[in-house]
């Protein structure tokens, strides 16, 4: 998942010096089960020291409820020294989470801004928020394979809606999805044995002709950040999957390379 970073003014008033943002070592964080914790390092690439407040929410409700959160956090407030590193450490307590499916939290990092003694100044605080994903041990199929196991189909009732079925106990993060190259949607998250229904845009519409066929492609996410492309020919009734997209099945800027999925 993309990294989503909140800007907040403290003062609207003009500050001459400018802060370094604290950077985290990936975008996204699993927690395999089979451990007792995981961890991600904060650092600092700038020439002050700062300090972070960091803590976890529930992705449902994005509340800083973290009492009813079976997870710790720590440290929860740092001080990160100029060109300095920290590493964060999450804990689970055991218990309290699903253990048929993955759990998706959010982790916020926040760099409190430095008090300045200038008369006149602009702080700003920076939020960083990555997706944390609490994998159960013991969970059946591979999560590298989930995209290629998502069961895509035209709504039956609705042409201009494809649906697509994650039967799969992990997330699935789908960007850039296309339908013969006209883009469907920027960004998609489909929860563990979920279901979504796409809407498709009015230039894919305006041509239906009673044949839903079609070339569907996207890119996943792995668990290390990295994307994935993958493709398929959308038949017109039937549920299909997605397979990996191989080296050289479309070369850029051809029309005619439509198909060759």
């Known amino acids: 998942m993309k990294w989503t970073v909140v800007v907040f003014v403290m003062a609207a008033l003009f500050c001459g010096d400018a802060q370094a ?91 409190v801004p430095r008090r300045s003694e200038a008369s006149q100044q602009l702080n700003i605080a920076v939020r960083q928020r990555i997706n944390v994903f609490y994998r159960p041990a013991g969970l059946v199929g591979d999560p ?30 789908l960007h850039e999805l296309a339908l013969n190259q006209i883009e469907i949607a920027e960004d998609l998250m489909l929860e563990p044995f979920s279901s979504h229904s796409l809407q498709l845009p009015e230039p894919l519409t305006a041509r239906s002709t009673g044949s839903r066929a079609g070339n569907l492609s996207f890119k996943a996410l792995t668990d290390y950040g990295g994307q994935r492309e993958f493709c398929a020919p959308a038949q017109d009734q039937a549920p299909f999957n997605a397979r990996l997209r191989s080296p050289g099945a479309f070369s850029s800027g051809a029309s005619s390379s439509i198909g060759k999925c």
């Open 21 to 111: 943002v604290v950077a985290l070592a990936g975008t996204r964080l699993v927690f395999d089960g089979r451990f007792h914790e995981a961890t991600i390092d904060v650092s600092n690439p700038g020439n002050a020291q700062v300090l972070i407040q960091a803590w976890l929410t529930d992705a449902r409700t994005d509340q800083a409820a973290t009492d009813a959160l079976p997870f710790v956090l720590t440290p929860h407030l740092a001080q990160l020294p100029a060109q300095g590193r920290k590493t964060l450490r999450v804990l689970y307590q055991g218990v309290g989470m699903p253990a048929d499916r993955e759990s998706l939290l959010h982790l916020y990092v926040l760099e």
């Open 144 to 173: 590298a394979d989930a995209a290629q196991r998502l069961a895509w189909q035209w709504n039956p009732k609705d042409y201009a809606a494809l649906k697509v079925h994650n039967p799969t106990p992990f997330h699935v993060s």
